[in-house]
């Protein structure tokens, strides 16, 4: 194996992997890009139901960091995606993706941060939750925020239509 | 941040050969007379240190090696003591589960901890020094430490919880302080520990305070009786290292 992608790293990658392909649950699935390359994943998540992103597919990536778990992965979606916490180039910015002490958008103190305790399985969940209720204090979108903010139908508006394009319609 | 943590690191093994104590004191050399004069009287009792690298885990670092080096250096004459070690080492995912941890979160680290210690039968000095100067093995038995001191201070929420601050709960404080790779730690982790894995540590505190001439000593005790010496830590403000007193000074300490 080569030194630079650590044993623990990998082994604890193909265990989650396992277990996320046991129990997936209901609208994440995620895995390894290639059986080669473990640091490498692909998820698909649905939209969640009663929000402007219910029926939507949304592809993205997971790049995993070689002292995985110690440091979180990175994630970002490769589809367009309207939110205040999504970055204009599809990098999600939550808390439970930043260790303490990294703290680029002042998270509230109470919220969830990442270490080895989380996992791949508990951030797809948190990115669930973030579609359905945005959080408008830490926004990596300034203008998905304001739209949210001020006129929420129009957002919901904008929001479908980055559906349909990512649904190929 | 980053950059001063990345000097750092290259600066210094995650892990050093123990020196004479006495070389700290070069370290202060135009600086504080009081520090002098401490390390000074500091070496009637103890004569070596091993610095633990100050990345924000030197506590977990310097209590595990400090533990796993006495008891290697102790395995033919009180060989109890790994089995001691090894017997609370297991106990440990016992507690990491009760405290609600998922073993996929933690099995990784905790086999790593108890294969290293199981290996101390026949590691010499110099393998245990490499084998936490490695970053694979010497994070994981940090992160399990830092598992363990967490897990002890959530199923003891009752005794612990009114000593934080800002209206925090244990799960938070453990979230924000304990569980992370670099946070630093305090009291309480020490504490922690020390109960969860009955291995009592003294604290030697090298403060620039003027008052006193004399290094003072803190012990920190688990419930059950010590069955070994405490092991010292030498403590500077924000930062931990391993000291070794003279009549503990077992041959073999590198």
Redesign the interface.
């Known amino acids: 194996m080569h030194k630079s992608m650590?044993?623990?790293a990998l082994?604890?990658l193909m265990?989650?992997y396992r277990?996320l392909t046991l129990h997936a649950p209901e609208g994440i699935t995620a895995g390894p890009t290639t059986e080669e390359n473990f640091f490498e994943w692909e998820a698909l998540i649905e939209g969640p139901q009663d929000t402007p992103y219910e029926g939507g597919i949304f592809p993205a990536t997971l790049t995993f960091p070689k002292?995985y778990?110690?440091?979180p992965p990175v994630m970002k979606f490769t589809c367009e995606m309207f939110h205040p916490n999504i970055y204009q180039d599809g990098t999600v910015c939550i808390s439970i993706l930043h260790?303490?002490?990294d703290d680029p958008n002042m998270y509230e103190?109470?919220s969830?941060?990442?270490?080895?305790?989380?996992?791949v399985e508990k951030i797809l969940l948190s990115v669930l939750s973030m579609l359905a209720e945005p959080n408008d204090e830490s926004g990596a979108n300034i203008e998905a925020c304001k739209v949210w903010r001020s006129d929420r139908k129009h957002f919901d508006e904008i929001v479908r239509s980055t559906v349909r394009k990512t649904l190929g319609l | 941040m980053q950059a001063i943590k990345d000097e750092e690191a290259n600066a210094h093994p995650l892990v050093d050969h123990s020196v004479d104590l006495l070389e700290l004191a070069e370290e202060y050399e135009n600086g504080s007379e009081a520090f002098k004069k401490k390390i000074q009287n500091l070496s009637d009792t103890h004569d070596r240190m091993r610095r633990s690298r100050g990345d924000g885990n030197c506590f977990y670092r310097a209590f595990a090696f400090a533990w796993f080096e006495r008891v290697m250096l102790a395995i033919k004459s009180k060989p109890e003591l790994h089995a001691n070690a090894v017997r609370t080492i297991e106990e440990t995912k016992d507690l990491l589960l009760a405290a609600q941890f998922e073993l996929l979160a933690f099995e990784d680290f905790y086999q790593v901890t108890l294969e290293t210690l199981q290996n101390l039968v026949h590691f010499t000095s110099e393998e245990l020094l490499t084998a936490f100067q490695n970053d694979e093995i010497s994070n994981s038995i940090v992160m399990h430490f830092r598992l363990v001191a967490s897990a002890f201070l959530k199923t003891h929420q009752d005794d612990y919880a009114p000593f934080l601050e800002f209206g925090q709960t244990m799960d938070e404080f453990c979230s924000m302080h304990v569980e992370a790779m670099g946070r630093e730690s305090e009291e309480m982790m020490l504490i922690a520990l020390t109960k969860a894995t009955h291995v009592s540590i003294e604290v030697a505190y090298l403060s620039g305070n003027q008052a006193a001439d004399e290094v003072n000593f803190l012990p920190f005790l688990p419930d059950t009786a010590p069955y070994m010496p405490p092991l010292v830590l030498l403590y500077r403000p924000g930062h931990y290292d391993i000291l070794y007193r003279k009549s503990h000074c077992l041959e073999g300490v590198i």
Do not use: I
Not at chain 1, 113 to 119: D, N
């Open positions: 650590g044993p623990t082994r604890r265990t989650e277990e002292d778990p110690l440091s260790a303490p002490g103190s109470s969830e941060r990442w270490s080895p305790v989380q996992s």
